[in-house]
């Protein structure tokens, strides 16, 4: 695989004739549709065949989906996934759990056929769809509420074919901190003795004493003891009511790794990836200003549709662009692409990492798992 950058006066006939391949097949895993508009400064994958390829490394690679995903969204992705977290779950204050609005059978079967392991997402979220930290006190501090949330579990595992559970809480109050932490370690435990799975996300740490409610609830050592595996939620550095930025920057990311390897042994640890991008209004007022979620894909047409040139941030390993909108507005936009998850990926190989989890991949990115599979043997559950 090669990584071609768009350059003035570029078309994919060119392209194609320049690396041997046909303009269709460059369309095709780049998601372009006739005729072809191409942007200056945007990142093509070429899928020129190695003729000699170097070993690669095995990887377990975890997808968070919702249940209404597009049906041939999920069978074009689920080749390329080692897991499948179904998102997701909840739970009443004395540990009923809480199945999705919409029914998941679908992907569970369709996960299944593709030798991918269905996992189910278990989150605190409250009937208005937010994190509650309430919930999490509740569980946490009662026996018999987790007997009966661990109860339930084992009944949904069994009845739907999950893998395990993965543990999603955010926003975990500081003095909940050890006691999320040994029911993550009881939750593992019992789970484990019948063969099921338990991981859990973590919010993107830089050091064990990090400040804000995000960070002080989760205790890095403890639970990368307790749990299977841990996700690294590497992403979000730039989010709906941030300032303009790289939602995953390659310099923050490496230092939220840095120091999670002294704290977790590094067959535990998934690299977070998102598989997403923002689009800011400007100026950008903070507290008012919000931001459009945008699929990577999509942001390449926003910047067909609006004559910009992407350009590419080298510290940060990320691209953007600036466009005025048919009413004016100027916008700047951020977003990932193979340039920036090639990044990610030698970030994830020179750690020595144990796998990669994607939030979400309810847009496809074609080029993304073309590239991830020329780079890593994807595992699968047979």
């Keep these: 695989m090669e990584i071609y950058v768009v350059k003035q006066g570029d078309t994919i006939d060119g392209i194609s004739s320049i690396f041997g391949i046909p303009a269709t097949e460059i369309a095709f895993v780049n998601q372009i549709s006739y005729p072809y508009p191409l942007v200056i400064g945007q990142a093509l994958l070429i899928p020129v065949q190695d003729t000699l390829p170097p070993y690669k490394r095995e990887v377990n690679v975890n997808g968070y989906a919702y249940p209404y995903i597009n049906s041939k969204t999920l069978q074009t992705t689920l080749p390329y996934l080692t897991d499948l977290s179904v998102f997701s779950y909840g739970f009443t204050a004395t540990g009923e759990l809480i199945p999705p609005a919409t029914d998941d059978t679908r992907m569970i079967n369709a996960a299944l056929e593709f030798g991918t392991a269905p996992m189910l997402t278990l989150t605190p979220m409250d009937s208005e769809g937010r994190f509650n930290n309430n919930l999490i006190s509740a569980l946490v501090s009662s026996e018999s509420a987790q007997e009966n949330l661990i109860r339930g579990l084992f009944d949904m595992l069994a009845a739907k074919n999950f893998r395990g559970v993965d543990v999603d809480f955010e926003y975990i109050k500081a003095e909940d901190r050890d006691l999320f932490t040994s029911f993550v370690a009881r939750l593992t435990r019992e789970l484990n003795v019948y063969g099921y799975w338990v991981s859990v996300a973590l919010a993107p740490k830089t050091s064990s004493d990090q400040k804000g409610l995000l960070y002080e609830g989760k205790d890095y050592a403890g639970l990368g003891a307790a749990a299977n595996s841990c996700l690294l939620m590497?992403?979000?550095?730039?989010?709906?009511?941030?300032?303009?930025?790289?939602?995953?920057?390659?310099?923050?990311?490496?230092?939220?790794?840095?120091?999670?390897?002294?704290?977790?042994?590094?067959?535990?640890?998934?690299?977070?990836?998102?598989?997403?991008?923002?689009?800011?209004?400007?100026?950008?007022?903070?507290?008012?200003?919000?931001?459009?979620?945008?699929?990577?894909?999509?942001?390449?047409?926003?910047?067909?549709?609006?004559?910009?040139?992407?350009?590419?941030?080298?510290?940060?390993?990320?691209?953007?662009?600036?466009?005025?909108?048919?009413?004016?507005?100027?916008?700047?936009?951020?977003?990932?692409?193979?340039?920036?998850?090639?990044?990610k990926f030698s970030l994830f190989e020179e750690f020595g990492l144990r796998g990669m989890g994607y939030w979400q991949i309810m847009r496809l990115f074609l080029a993304n798992w073309v590239l991830l599979e020329s780079r890593f043997n994807i595992i699968k559950q047979g």
Excluded: C
Excluded at 245 to 274: C, F, H, S, W
Excluded at 291 to 319: C, K, M, R, S
């Design 234 to 343: 590497t992403y979000e550095w730039g989010y709906k009511y941030s300032e303009p930025m790289a939602v995953a920057p390659i310099n923050m990311v490496r230092r939220v790794v840095e120091y999670a390897v002294t704290q977790i042994p590094r067959n535990k640890i998934d690299l977070g990836i998102p598989n997403y991008g923002y689009d800011w209004p400007l100026p950008y007022v903070q507290g008012e200003t919000a931001a459009t979620t945008i699929g990577n894909i999509q942001a390449v047409q926003i910047a067909a549709a609006n004559g910009a040139q992407i350009q590419f941030d080298e510290i940060a390993q990320t691209p953007y662009f600036n466009y005025t909108s048919e009413d004016g507005i100027r916008h700047e936009v951020w977003f990932e692409d193979v340039r920036s998850m090639n990044a």
